[in-house]
């Protein structure tokens, strides 16, 4: 293992590798329960779908440990499952079966794009205030979900919101759970969102507010989302629409958390590292949608790990491992009622506001299209419509402002795309 893996050649030990494998999987364990959380509430079979996020979880880290050698996780990720079932499904454009075979289609485009070097090119031609603008309005839409399923905000079908009161007792449960994460967050607990987790759901079950089910049993079946992807409306506009949308998702959620963690590595983007490691997440974002779960992403939570001294394939190996035994705990998972994961949300959105901090915000033509996207998403709870605004406002500022010439030719093909599904969707 110490050849295969090359550790001493890497800086690292295998200590230090163990520690790191736990460090990580203890700051993104959230996952296996939130994920099921979001999508049960497009009808999906909760159990499938926490079999479905630790079997593909399991195979794209698997992947990142044996052929990329990276200490990085891959996992569902959090904003992608939202914009499924909140922009997608829960707005009628796609069934969740559709909406499978969108995020299959997605990844197999992400891995056609990657054998021919093209993702990492249309990566950069992206105007990178747009991805900062784009994961800072996902995060936005995040909160707003997040608080919503607490019962803090009331949507009114006017599109206005309202404080909802009085609060029950579960939603001041998680509220003060809520607190303490954050309190834990600040001290850099790196298992935080898992401790916050806990808490919520010890105080429940003390409050009778929940009940125990026990702690291990055969892992629930997978068959009620396997293999349901439902491919028959793939020529619609409607599904060429959302698969647009959720191929943009899917591309910055991913590709920059993945750039972001290479540079904290040290590695060049130029790294022949990071291509493989954009293989492993397009495949496991096909094996998700096969097993029922939506697009995986990069987890910037890998981050933990590597700052107490991962650095080898060790680590994420360590991570499939734990993630692995969690098949066996399910009456746990399911035990943790809703309320005890909804403020991971909230606090999951707040982190990916942290993007917004490298926007030029003394260049009205870099700052004003991110803001849109910021107002636009989660007040008209629509990713999709953001992202239209967006792409739109900065193509047209940049040329009424003198600037056309930073216009890349893939920000004209994006726009453009964007205003004529929108447009067709709109007149149709």
Known sequence: MARFYKVRENGST????????????????????????????????????????ILSTLIATLLMSLFVNSPIAIAPGMGVSTFLVFSLIGKGLL???????????????????????????????????LMKGA?????????????????IIIPHINGMISIGAPLPGPTLLALMGLLVTIYLLKKEFQSAFLLGIGLIWIVSLATHMSEWKGVFSLPPSLMPTLGKLDFSAIFTLRFLRAL????????FDSSTALLTLYRFLGFSESNKELTKALYADAIGTMGGAFFGTGSLAIHLESASGIRVGGRTGVTSLIVAICFALTLFI?????SIPPFASSPILVLIGVMMLKELRG?????????????????????????????VVGFIAHLLIKILSGKG????????????????????????
């Open 135 to 151: 994961i800072g309005g996902i995060g936005l839409f995040l909160i707003t979900v997040g608080l919503r399923e607490l019962g």
């Open 14 to 53: 295998f200590r230090n590798e163990i520690v790191a494998g736990f460090t990580t999987f203890s700051s993104m364990a959230y996952v296996v329960i939130v994920n099921p959380l979001i999508l049960s509430f497009a009808n999906m079979d909760e159990g499938a779908v926490m079999v479905a996020t």
């Open 330 to 334: 399910y009456p746990v998972i399911s």
């Open 244 to 251: 647009f949308a959720l191929y943009l998702v899917t591309l």
């Open 359 to 387: 926007i030029a915000f003394n260049d009205i033509t870099e700052w004003l299209p991110p803001f849109l996207m910021l107002i636009v998403m989660p007040l008209f709870f629509s990713i999709f419509l953001g992202f």
């Open 95 to 129: 069934s969740w079966q559709e909406a499978l075979a969108a995020v299959f289609i997605a990844g197999a485009i992400l891995l056609v794009l990657n054998l021919f070097r093209l993702r990492a090119r249309f990566l950069h031609a992206i105007p990178p205030s």
């Open 405 to 428: 010439k930073e216009l890349s030719w893939f920000t004209w093909v994006i726009a453009m795309l964007l205003g004529l599904f929108e447009g067709m969707n709109r007149f149709s």
